[in-house]
């Protein structure tokens, strides 16, 4: 049967005219190219011309050649559920296909917009030839990532083959299984082709870029990654990327605020293949070259700005937020960074708002936390212990579930009708014809890949807890080996030995009340301040440096600015801790800096209260050269620490690297949420001398908003509270050091730990007296100790005394509010 043409457009159509209206006709990846294109190019966002093939020429290639009953009547016979019919049938409707010519209108139509490319490039152009698939008369399926994409096509005959293959792929095994699942008639989806001219990221870098967390889903930060070469690698997991965070609403301001790079390992990298029988081939990237960034900062704050325009652009039109999921590619020739492909994100932002879930690992059966009252009790099949579990594995975490079950290995795609409901599968690298046995798993561990390649973006949308990244995740398991898959420690995932029990708790955020009492939360992990963030709160009451200096740093800040009078061993050590760098101390400025703007931002614009470093000289010794420069003491609970260290001869310079990267937070990125607490301030005069050296680097007391806190934790904070009132901003009671130095009891000793107690009377009072002193006087006063987060009824008398804020555990903050709510409701 023929079909007439009334114009050229009815089989192809440039990008600049269509956009997102026409979904149906070109679908959902090339009516966005088309959007971008004709909106966001005039603003300043790049995009790669090009021209797209429609849905009425698809549907005409399989009428005119009688490929409509053909592929019925396979589709017939075939059983989705059943791998190996899936496989079998799929296969025979590619090769029909593969085997029919395009008609010659439409390969006509698709020849003459390629040469009008070359024209434009003034040369045979190299193309990137896209799938883009849509369903009739449903504009929201664009089924993202189900067909094939295929770069550096280069002349007519390999544009056309290029073509046919992506017509093919629309009957690959996970496309078929993905309509199947979806309730999508095989028959009613039809596929747009896009034909872009290809960026040279061959010869620079290429990635994808989110305008939300993918983990989190918090939308205040923009997510890229970057590898070398072509983009696909990042895309698919094959190498492990490069990963940046920036903050959205400083960077609209104006500021720079690069929240956090980390150094992906990008050993290989996709490049032309030219003279060779592939478009493309994977070569390794020297290490000099893999162990530096692949961006630099400039390029980094461009690519978000860019984010944030794409996603703002979308937003407009659709009349709510549109976090947005894009790749971006450098042209190696030019410099010139542009996206190439962007559509909504899909996962993270369909989330309820109204309700948290914190999966808990128990580190001990028996001795392990209790499920509150709305939480569910996860798999314990173990055998009860009182050990460590033991960690198999770290890796890149996805999501923030935990799960287990025993491991399957698949290397071949051919494995996959071997799988089995329930099982761990573990392997180098998912694609996207893995994804009918990925919906299978209990969970996924893959050796490559970074937080947005496909093993990460399918576990997401299938709630999967999944650890990418991991190396060698196929050489350390073994088939039936039973393990657990963790996602509840932050950034990285960890693989543990055996089933382990684990605690959810269910957290109802809908209508919860705010009390007089601020509710502050503690923090010690910068990665999951994200995560924790969506939890109802003021701020953040204690944010502890030392965790970040131990988790992101690891080097004693000494052995950085001493660097060249290291001895050869330490100095090792210090260039595996401190890679990329090659000015040591900047790498202390800048890491610390990423730890403290990601708990900063999490909270943005909500007061976020830093504690100094308060590490004791046997913890600061533990540190990577630290042995080098700390003391022996008997008792370092009592010894070199907090304030006394910050003005010493011996450490004033190290505690300059503090200061240059709180000064960076605040002025480089915008956080000027970020606030100070000095700990263990023995006197008033070292509380001067303190801010004496806090000044040299710009961080005056008022100055730009900046308050500065005093942790009340000695006697002598409560006994002057009047004085140390006139030079701080107010106190911060850590309850713990001071029931040990109001009682005269060492906290870590077993054998008097019953004398310990915050509710004694002497304690108590002390508490009391404090709060009356800073109201008299105008300072501000909280808690940050254990104390309300173990205690109701210390939380109780805290109220009654009138205490300004309380900052608690994030597990123990909705409870305690809740029961602060109460106690001020009876008032």
């Not at 200096?549 to 801790?577: C, E």
């Amino acid at each position: 049967m023929s079909v007439a043409f009334e114009t050229i457009t009815d089989l192809v159509r440039w990008f600049d005219q269509i956009g997102m209206d026409d979904v149906p006709i070109v679908g959902g990846k090339n009516a966005s190219l088309g959007e971008m294109y004709r909106q966001l190019t005039p603003r300043g966002v790049r995009i790669p011309n090009g021209f797209a093939t429609t849905a009425f020429a698809y549907r005409s290639f399989l009428e005119e050649t009688g490929l409509n009953e053909k592929i019925s009547q396979v589709l017939s016979g075939m059983d989705v559920d059943d791998i190996t019919s899936l496989q079998h049938h799929g296969m025979l409707i590619r090769e029909m296909i593969l085997d029919t010519p395009l008609p010659d209108a439409l390969a006509h139509s698709i020849v003459e917009a390629y040469q009008h490319l070359c024209e434009e490039r003034h040369e045979l152009a190299d193309v990137a030839v896209r799938s883009s698939a849509t369903a009739e008369d449903l504009p929201d399926a664009s089924f993202a990532g189900q067909q094939e994409t295929y770069l550096n096509v280069r002349g007519q005959a390999s544009v056309l083959d290029a073509c046919r293959r992506c017509y093919a792929s629309l009957f690959t095994d996970r496309a078929i299984s993905y309509r199947a699942n979806h309730g999508y008639d095989h028959m009613q989806v039809a596929l747009s082709i896009g034909i872009q001219q290809m960026v040279r990221s061959d010869l620079a870098t290429s990635g994808v870029m989110f305008s939300i967390d993918t983990e989190s889903g918090f939308r205040d930060a923009v997510l890229i990654n970057a590898a070398y070469g072509l983009g696909e690698n990042v895309v698919q997991g094959s190498v492990n990327p490069d990963e940046y965070y920036v903050f959205k609403p400083t960077l609209k301001e104006g500021f720079r605020p690069i929240l956090k790079k980390a150094i992906g390992t990008k050993s290989m990298k996709l490049v032309y293949d030219a003279g060779g029988s592939k478009m493309t081939k994977n070569i390794p990237v020297p290490p000099e070259q893999a162990n530096r960034f692949a961006l630099c900062d400039d390029d980094i704050l461009h690519l978000a700005h860019w984010a944030c325009e794409i996603e703002d652009h979308y937003s407009q039109r659709r009349g709510a937020a549109c976090p947005m999921d894009m790749e971006w590619a450098k042209d190696g020739r030019t410099g010139e960074l542009f996206i190439v492909q962007a559509r909504p994100e899909t996962v993270q932002s369909r989330k309820s708002a109204t309700t948290h879930e914190r999966y808990h690992l128990r580190r001990s059966v028996g001795s392990g936390r209790g499920n509150e009252s709305n939480g569910t009790e996860g798999l314990a099949t173990s055998p009860t212990t009182s050990a460590e579990p033991l960690r198999l594995l770290t890796g890149r975490s996805v999501g923030e579930k935990i799960g287990s079950g025993p491991v399957h290995l698949i290397t071949d795609v051919h494995q996959l009708d071997q799988f089995r409901d329930g099982e761990i599968l573990v392997t180098d690298k998912t694609d996207p014809d893995w994804e009918p046995v990925m919906k299978r798993a209990a969970g996924i561990i893959t050796n490559r890949g970074g937080r947005t390649c496909h093993a990460a973006i399918v576990s997401r949308e299938l709630g999967l807890p999944a650890i990418v990244g991991t190396l060698n995740a196929t050489e350390v398991l073994h088939n039936g080996q039973q393990v657990t898959i963790s996602c509840a420690e932050g950034d990285d995932g960890v693989v543990y030995e055996g089933q382990l029990p684990f605690d959810v708790e269910t957290i109802d955020l809908s209508g919860l009340q705010r009390p007089k009492t601020k509710m502050l939360m503690n923090i010690g992990a910068p990665d999951e301040a994200f995560a924790l963030s969506a939890i109802p709160n003021d701020g953040v009451g204690l944010a502890r440096e030392e965790f970040i200096i131990s988790t992101y740093v690891k080097v004693h800040p000494r052995a950085l600015l001493d660097y060249d009078q290291l001895d050869a061993a330490t100095r090792v050590a210090v260039d595996a801790a401190t890679m990329g760098y090659e000015d040591k101390p900047k790498f202390y400025i800048d890491r610390l800096a990423e730890g403290i703007a990601m708990i900063a931002a999490a909270f943005h614009p909500k007061d976020v209260i830093v504690r100094l470093s308060d590490f004791k000289t046997n913890e600061y010794a533990n540190l990577v050269g630290g042995k080098n420069y700390e003391p022996n003491e008997e008792n370092p609970m009592l010894g070199f620490r907090g304030a006394s260290r910050y003005y010493s001869p011996q450490f004033r310079d190290a505690f300059g690297l503090e200061c240059k990267a709180v000064q960076k937070v605040r002025q480089e990125m915008g956080l000027r949420n970020l606030k100070l607490m000095v700990p263990f301030c023995r006197t008033v005069d070292e509380g001067r001398k303190v801010q004496d050296e806090m000044a040299k680097y710009g961080l005056v007391r008022g100055q730009d908003g900046l308050e500065i806190y005093v942790m009340c934790e000695i006697p002598s904070n409560v006994i002057l509270a009047d004085r140390f009132a006139e030079i701080f901003d107010g106190f911060s009671i850590g309850s713990n050091d001071l029931t040990q130095l109001t009682l005269g009891v060492d906290r870590d000793s077993e054998i008097v730990a019953h004398v310990f107690d915050e509710n004694n009377e002497a304690v108590k009072r002390s508490i009391a007296s404090v709060i009356q002193t800073a109201k008299a006087h105008g300072a501000k006063i909280g808690i940050c100790g254990q104390a309300p987060s173990d205690y109701p009824e210390f939380a109780e008398f805290l109220v009654q005394q009138g205490i300004d804020s309380m900052s608690l555990t994030p597990d123990a903050l909705v409870k305690t509010t809740m029961h602060v709510l109460e106690v001020e409701n009876k008032r």
